[in-house]
C-alpha cells in the first residue's frame, strides 16, 4: 500500500489558524500544514474546502517559511465564497507546490520592477519577501501597484515596510481616490513613468488581472525591455496542477506545468494569452 | 522480430485456461458493429481477429470515464485486453506521456498499465473513415503492445513485440504443421492490400504536419463556418483515443473523483470571476483541431491524432473533419 502515499491527487491537511481581512472582498488565509510544506516564490498551490471544490493561488507568504503557509483568496466564484465562510480551527487542503515560479537566481546582480494590480499583490509579496531574502545581490528592486480604491488595497503596512527597506521603492495609485489619499490615482501602468531603472541591467515582472498584465507588458515593451526581460505570471482554470487535466492549455503550453511564470519571449506567437 | 505460430484451437485453449488467473476483454462482432467484451468459456470462439476497429477506444481501459483517485484500491486480477487496433496503441503513447511523466505519475493509470498484457490485432481491410497511414500509422502494431496477433488458414500467428508479451505465450505449443514463410508471405500481402485500400480512401487527405500548419492558419471565418453544424456534445473527444482531458471533482473527506471532461462543452476553461478564452462555440471547436495537428504535436513525442475516425463517425451534426482539411488544403 505504500504506493498510495506517491498519490498526485491525494492532499495535505493543513489547519487555518488564522483568517487576516485585507479587503471588503479579500481575506488572508494562515495555514499551518500537517507536514513540512516548501515551495519555491511564484508557483502555486491548489487549496482546497472539504467536499466543496479547489483552485489554484500562489502563497503570499515567505518561501523560507516552510511550516506555516499564507494564502490570500479574492472572493470572485463558488470555491472562493465558501473559503471566505471558514473560521480558524477549519481543516483544509493543501496539493503542490506546483509550476515553475520566478527565477530569482538570475535577478542577481539587476534592478527588478514590479507591476502589480488587485489581487496580484498576493504572489507579488512572496517575490517580495524572497527578494529581500537576496537583496544584497540585488541593485532595485521597484514595486508599482495599482488597485480600484484605497480600501481595496491589500496589505496595507506593506509599503512602508518596503520604503523603510534599503534598495526597495514602492508606489501605489488608485483608479477611483477616497478622502485621505494622498498618493496617485490613475492606472497603475502610470507609475511607470515616474520611475528610474536601468533597463539595461533591469528585468520586469508582472502579475494582476488579464487587462492589466496586457496594458502593462506593452507599456514595458515601450520602456525599451526587450521580451526575454519581461516575466507574466499567467493565469488560467487548472484543476489538475499536474499538467494533465488539459484545462490551463495555453498553445502548446501547460500553463500549470511549465508556468505560470512565462517570459513574454515564451508567450509572444501564443494566441489569445490576454484572454 | 519473432513470430509464433499456434493452431487456433491450441489458442483457445490457452485463453480458456487464462480465464482462471486474469481477466480478459476481447475485440467481438455482432450486427451492431465491434466492441470489446468480457471473455468467459461461451463466447472465445467468438473473438474477432484481423478487422478494425473496436467502436470503444483502449483508452476506457486506463482511464474510466469517472474513478476516485484518492481511495482507490491495489489492482485486482491481471488483464488481457485482445484486439486493439493499432491507431489505438498508438494513441496510447500519448496517455503514457502524460500519466506516467516522471515528474507526477498516475499511479492509477500506471498500475492499469503495469497489469494489462496488450494484444494488438492487425487490421486486414478498412472501415469508411480509417485514415491512419495518412498519419504514418501502419495498420498493424511493432510497437508500445505486447503482442500482435493474426488469424489465418487455422492458425494463429503471434507477433512477438515486448519481453512482457514474450513471457506471457512462452508456454504455448508452437504448431507442428504451420508454414511459417507462407503464412508471413500472406499476412504480408495482406498489409499491403490494407495499405493500398487506406491510400486509394485517403487520396488528397494532407499529412499531420501539413494539417498542423492549415489548422494554424485557418481564419475565423474558417471556424465558424464549420462549427455551425456542433452541438457540443463531446461525442469527438468522447471517442478519441487521445483526448483525455478530466475534471478533479471534491468529495467529503478531502476525496477526490476524477471525471472524464471535454474541451467542447462550454465552460472548459471559465476561470472564478467568469472569463472564458473558449465561450465561443467556433473558438472550442478550433481549439480541439489546434490541440491535435498544432500544439500537442509540439509538445509530446507521440500524435494526437491516430486517424482511426472514431469522431466523423460518432459526430451527430456530421462533420467531417477530414473533409475540412481537403478544403483547407484546396484553398
Redesign the interface.
Known amino acids: ?1 505504500m ?2 502515499d ?6 495535505l ?1 493543513a489547519k487555518l489558524i488564522e483568517v487576516i481581512e485585507e479587503s471588503p472582498l479579500i481575506k488572508t488565509f494562515v495555514l499551518i500544514p500537517e507536514h513540512e510544506f516548501s515551495f519555491k516564490t511564484g508557483q502555486f498551490i491548489e487549496l ?8 489554484p493561488f500562489t502563497p503570499s507568504s515567505s518561501p523560507q517559511i516552510t511550516d506555516r503557509l499564507e494564502v490570500t483568496v479574492m472572493k ?5 465564497e465558501y473559503m471566505h465562510n471558514l473560521k480558524p480551527g477549519a481543516y483544509m ?1 493543501i496539493r503542490g507546490p506546483y509550476g515553475r515560479g520566478y527565477p530569482v537566481e538570475s535577478f542577481f546582480g539587476k534592478e527588478v520592477l514590479i507591476l502589480g494590480g488587485g489581487c496580484g499583490l498576493a504572489p507579488i509579496r512572496s517575490l517580495l519577501y524572497a527578494l529581500e531574502h537576496i537583496k544584497d545581490n540585488l541593485e532595485k528592486v521597484i514595486l508599482c501597484y495599482g488597485s480600484k480604491t484605497p480600501s481595496d488595497c491589500i496589505y496595507k503596512p506593506l509599503f512602508a515596510r518596503l520604503n523603510s527597506i534599503e534598495k526597495f521603492e514602492a508606489y501605489r495609485t488608485v483608479d477611483k481616490a477616497e478622502e485621505g489619499w494622498n498618493e496617485s490615482v490613475g492606472v497603475a501602468t502610470k507609475l511607470l513613468d515616474k520611475v528610474k531603472v536601468n533597463i539595461e541591467k533591469s528585468i520586469a515582472v508582472v502579475c494582476g488581472p ?1 487587462v492589466m498584465m496586457k496594458f502593462g507588458t506593452l507599456r514595458i515593451l515601450e520602456m525599451g525591455y526587450k521580451d526575454e526581460q519581461i516575466y507574466l505570471s499567467m ?3 487548472m ?2 496542477g ?6 490551463c ?1 495555453m ?4 500553463v500549470c ?1 511549465d508556468g505560470p511564470v512565462f517570459t513574454y519571449d515564451e508567450l509572444k506567437n501564443t494566441p ?1 494569452i490576454w ?1 | 522480430m519473432n513470430h509464433l505460430i499456434i493452431d487456433k484451437e491450441e489458442w483457445d485453449r490457452f485463453l480458456e485456461k487464462l480465464l482462471v488467473s486474469h481477466v480478459v476483454f476481447a475485440a467481438i462482432s455482432d450486427e451492431f458493429g465491434q466492441d470489446y467484451e468480457l471473455i468467459q468459456h461461451n463466447n472465445i470462439a467468438a473473438i474477432t481477429y484481423n478487422k478494425p476497429k473496436p467502436s470503444t477506444p483502449l483508452k476506457s481501459f486506463f482511464l474510466p470515464v469517472l474513478e476516485n ?2 481511495s482507490g484500491g ?1 489492482p485486482g486480477k491481471p488483464r488481457v485486453i485482445i484486439g486493439t487496433p493499432n491507431c489505438d496503441i498508438e494513441g496510447l503513447k500519448l496517455l503514457d506521456e ?2 506516467l ?1 516522471k ?5 492509477f493509470y500506471s ?1 492499469r498499465r503495469e497489469n494489462t498484457i496488450l494484444i494488438s490485432s492487425d487490421c486486414f481491410g478498412i472501415q469508411e473513415h480509417c485514415h491512419c497511414l495518412s498519419y504514418n500509422i501502419t495498420p498493424y502494431a511493432t510497437g508500445t503492445a505486447d503482442l500482435a496477433i493474426i488469424s489465418l488458414n487455422g492458425k494463429i500467428i503471434i507477433r512477438i513485440i515486448s519481453g512482457k508479451g514474450e513471457n506471457f505465450v512462452k508456454d504455448i505449443p508452437a504448431s507442428s504443421s504451420a508454414d511459417t514463410a507462407k503464412l508471413l508471405s500472406s499476412i504480408e500481402k495482406e498489409h499491403l492490400m490494407t495499405e493500398t485500400s487506406l491510400k486509394a480512401a485517403n487520396k488528397g487527405l494532407p499529412d499531420s504536419v501539413t494539417t498542423g500548419k492549415l489548422v494554424r492558419d485557418a481564419g475565423e471565418e474558417v471556424w465558424k463556418k464549420h462549427s455551425a453544424r456542433c452541438v457540443s456534445c463531446g461525442a469527438c473527444t468522447t471517442i478519441c483515443p487521445t483526448c ?11 476525496e ?1 473523483v ?1 471525471q472524464m ?1 471535454a ?1 467542447q462543452y462550454p465552460g ?6 467568469g ?1 472564458d ?1 473558449l465561450h465561443e462555440l467556433h473558438n472550442r471547436f478550433r481549439n480541439r483541431y489546434m ?1 491535435k495537428y ?3 504535436s ?2 509530446f513525442r507521440s500524435t494526437a491524432c491516430t486517424g482511426c475516425g472514431r469522431c466523423i463517425e460518432a459526430c451527430i451534426g456530421k462533420i467531417n473533419k477530414n473533409e475540412i482539411f481537403m478544403e483547407l488544403a484546396k484553398s
Open positions: 500500500m504506493v498510495y506517491k498519490n498526485i491527487y491525494k492532499p491537511k482546497s474546502v472539504d467536499g466543496i471544490g479547489e483552485a470572485t466564484g463558488y470555491v472562493t487542503g488579464p493565469e488560467k482554470n484543476s489538475c499536474l499538467g494533465k487535466c488539459g484545462h492549455m498553445g502548446e503550453y501547460f506545468k489569445d484572454k | 483517485v484518492t491495489p502524460i500519466y511523466d515528474d507526477f505519475m498516475d499511479i498500475q483525455t482531458c478530466f475534471l478533479l471533482i471534491d468529495k467529503p473527506g478531502f477526490k476524477k471532461d474541451c472548459f476553461e471559465r476561470v472564478a470571476g472569463e478564452a490541440c498544432a500544439w500537442k509540439a509538445k
